[in-house]
T-cell receptor
Framework: EDQVTQSPEALRLQEGESSSLNCSYT??????LFWYRQDPGKGPEFLFT???AGEEKEKERLKATLTKKESFLHITAPKPEDSATYLC??????????FGTGTRLLVSP | DGGITQSPKYLFRKEGQNVTLSCEQN?????MYWYRQDPGQGLRLIYY???????QKGDIAEGYSVSREKKESFPLTVTSAQKNPTAFYLC????????????FGEGSRLTVL
């Protein structure tokens, strides 16, 4: 069964304290891994797509990387406005994405 | 601006009533999806449609129904047969094919009283 696991469930950082979120997956055939940001009461906002091991994408303070078994979302010098839930999803090629349960990030001033 | 519009944002329903959630997109996307989000769980697929007048059940279709009469629209009806309908519902779309990212609407929160 296709499965996506995100860790930690919650993470609290001080402003400027860099860290990483993990997304590990077990799927029959990976056709893309996606990272989303979700604010409370809102729909997920697309951040990155990664397709092959070794691929990296960056956007402002965020950097996503991919290996054959997991992906990391690195947050460098976070700010309070980076506080949100970060979702990981994998595309297995059967017209649906399998989502993880997310990591709730809180960045304190 | 292109995007996905869901309405209403908040909806209250009495037990035994059917309700319909609206989803409209102007991104010219062929495929549209409905997901359900509950606390502590990942998004779960209810229904999806790859083309007008065609749709398929997702993982949790029981108690829900959809239609796809127009490319831009994919309404979801939560029927009285859905035993636990209180949730946050998300509509999404993407271009044809099977590799692109999903774009989401802002969601509709349904509460059963």
């Amino acid at each position: 069964e296709d499965q996506v696991t995100q860790s930690p469930e919650a993470l609290r950082l001080q402003e400027g304290e860099s860290s990483s979120l993990n997304c590990s997956y077990t799927v029959s055939g990976l056709r893309g891994l996606f990272w989303y940001r979700q604010d409370p009461g809102k729909g997920p906002e697309f951040l990155f797509t990664l397709y092959s091991a070794g691929e990296e994408k960056e956007k402002e303070r965020l950097k996503a990387t991919l290996t054959k078994k997991e992906s990391f979302l690195h947050i460098t010098a976070p700010k309070p406005e980076d506080s949100a839930t970060y979702l990981c999803a994998v595309n297995t090629g059967f017209q649906k994405l399998v989502f993880g349960t997310g990591t709730r990030l809180l960045v304190s001033p | 601006d292109g995007g996905i519009t869901q309405s209403p944002k908040y909806l209250f329903r009495k037990e035994g009533q059917n309700v319909t959630l609206s989803c409209e997109q102007n991104l010219n996307h062929d495929a549209m999806y409905w997901y359900r989000q509950d606390p502590g769980q990942g998004l779960r697929l209810i229904y999806y449609s790859q083309i007008v007048n065609d749709f398929q059940k997702g993982d949790i279709a029981e108690g829900y129904s959809v239609s796809r009469e127009k490319k831009e629209s994919f309404p979801l009806t939560v029927t009285s047969a859905q035993k636990n309908p209180t949730a946050f519902y998300l509509c999404a779309s993407r271009t044809a094919g099977n590799t692109g990212e999903l774009f989401f609407g802002e969601g509709s929160r349904l509460t059963v009283l």
